[in-house]
């Protein structure tokens, strides 16, 4: 097994091997193909394309996966944040705490719900700062499993009883991840999920699903994913569609069978990369677990000098990375006017030059591991 390699001896990319990139990203989705074909061709042939079986059937599976009594599916990880908030028993124009480094769908999903975002740093871990939400005054928080590790959901959730907060969890990249055995999604007032392609579990296009207990909440989600209606034709509520289509709904049971072997490979290459990575005598800031804290490994970030600089020497080494996220939320140009800010996130805005994100997939292997561990202290010593 390959270990890091010496500081005083630095390792050129082998030529052979650098002619062959690793890639940020790769889907490889051959074998759901061939699971599903004959599915995909029956729902064709039946033409019955929107909230079917199929869709009943994933959201029964998603709500056992998920240990939660319900799952709704919907037809984006932010109509599943919207509709969670939309659904909440908030008052229009409700304070909402996120964390400052997030994707931005995440802050536009407080906007479009019709409450105020309000940016909070986060953790060491990347998770939604306590000690910050501590000091504030807001009716509802929508902590982020960035990267694939859950945020402090067993301190937030004492705080949260004792405040009074309504929480929904962003668990767009944290399939599979757990607290104290409970899966993320069940810890929460509800749990909102993505299923772009990327995710760990992805569909082939757009989607995405709630996930609860609260019995009137699933009503609501229910008619506001479908212009409103609680029943045919009756419609109580000025929504929109966004549903869920029975061809996603196919993918992601599919997908949701797989997710335990996901998991179990995504870790395992977490496992290599820690391996040839913590004696290197650089602060990288390495994931893992934290105590009952398991991390699913959606992104594997590490924190780098001169991050742009390191991000070209690996790709002419034939690694390409990724980096989420380059602007905390507050500082996007549609944030501008839109939120509160009530302490600096100095956190997120320092950190958000140095964060990089490693290829991270299951079919990574493990001499592309070396590769990219190679490539990446390669470039921290030039």
């Known amino acids: 097994m390959s270990r890091a390699p010496s500081l005083e001896s630095p390792v050129e990319a082998p030529p052979d091997r650098a002619a062959t990139r690793v890639p940020a990203v790769r889907l490889d989705n051959a074998a759901v193909w061939e699971a599903i074909h004959d599915r995909l061709r029956e729902l064709v042939l039946r033409g019955r394309f929107v909230l079917g079986p199929e869709v009943e059937e994933f959201e029964r599976l998603?709500?056992?996966?998920?240990?939660?009594?319900?799952?709704?599916?919907?037809?984006?990880?932010?109509?599943?944040?919207?509709?969670?908030?939309?659904?909440?028993?908030?008052?229009?124009?409700?304070?909402?705490?996120?964390?400052?480094?997030?994707?931005?769908?995440?802050?536009?999903?407080?906007?479009?719900?019709?409450?105020?975002?309000?940016?909070?740093?986060?953790?060491?871990?990347?998770?939604?700062?306590?000690?910050?939400?501590?000091?504030?005054?807001?009716?509802?928080?929508?902590?982020?499993?960035?990267?694939?590790?859950?945020?402090?959901?067993?301190?937030?959730?004492?705080?949260?009883?004792?405040?009074?907060?309504?929480v929904v969890?962003?668990?767009?990249?944290?399939?599979?991840?757990?607290?104290?055995?409970?899966?993320?999604?069940?810890?929460?007032?509800?749990?909102?999920?993505?299923?772009?392609?990327?995710?760990?579990?992805?569909?082939?296009?757009?989607?995405?699903f709630v996930t609860g207990h609260?019995?009137?909440?699933?009503?609501?989600?229910?008619?506001?994913?479908?212009?409103?209606?609680?029943?045919?034709?009756?419609?109580?509520?000025?929504?929109?569609a966004e549903r869920l289509d029975n061809l996603q709904a196919l993918v992601l049971i599919e997908k949701l069978h797989r997710l335990p072997a996901e998991i179990a490979?995504?870790?395992?290459?977490?496992?290599?990369?820690?391996?040839?990575?913590?004696?290197?005598?650089?602060?990288?800031?390495?994931?893992?677990?934290?105590?009952?804290?398991?991390?699913?490994?959606?992104?594997?970030?590490?924190?780098?000098?001169?991050?742009?600089?390191?991000?070209?020497?690996?790709?002419d080494l034939g690694v390409e990375t990724s980096v989420h996220y380059p602007r905390p939320v507050h500082l996007q140009p549609a944030a501008r006017g839109r939120c509160e800010v009530p302490r600096v996130p100095e956190r997120a805005e320092r950190w958000a030059d140095r964060i990089l994100s490693l290829p991270m997939y299951p079919t990574l292997t493990e001499d592309e591991a070396d590769r990219v561990a190679e490539a990446l202290l390669l470039s921290l010593q030039r």
């Open 62 to 166: 998603a709500a056992l996966t998920f240990g939660c009594s319900w799952a709704v599916g919907v037809s984006s990880g932010t109509a599943a944040l919207v509709l969670a908030l939309r659904a909440a028993p908030l008052r229009p124009g409700a304070r909402v705490a996120i964390p400052a480094n997030t994707f931005f769908a995440t802050f536009e999903a407080v906007l479009l719900a019709g409450h105020v975002p309000v940016v909070v740093d986060h953790d060491e871990r990347y998770g939604i700062s306590l000690d910050e939400l501590e000091r504030l005054a807001v009716e509802a928080v929508v902590p982020v499993h960035l990267y694939g590790l859950p945020a402090d959901m067993t301190g937030l959730g004492a705080l949260a009883e004792d405040r009074g907060w309504w």
């Open 265 to 315: 490979s995504r870790r395992r290459v977490a496992d290599w990369y820690r391996e040839r990575l913590a004696g290197s005598g650089f602060d990288l800031g390495l994931p893992s677990d934290q105590q009952e804290r398991r991390h699913a490994y959606h992104q594997f970030v590490v924190r780098v000098p001169d991050r742009e600089r390191v991000r070209r020497s690996m790709a």
């Open 214 to 240: 609260d019995r009137e909440l699933v009503g609501r989600l229910r008619a506001l994913r479908h212009h409103g209606q609680p029943e045919p034709n009756v419609h109580r509520d000025i929504a929109s």
């Open 169 to 208: 969890e962003d668990c767009a990249q944290a399939h599979g991840a757990s607290v104290a055995d409970r899966p993320v999604g069940s810890l929460g007032a509800a749990g909102a999920f993505s299923a772009y392609p990327t995710k760990n579990v992805g569909a082939w296009g757009d989607a995405g």
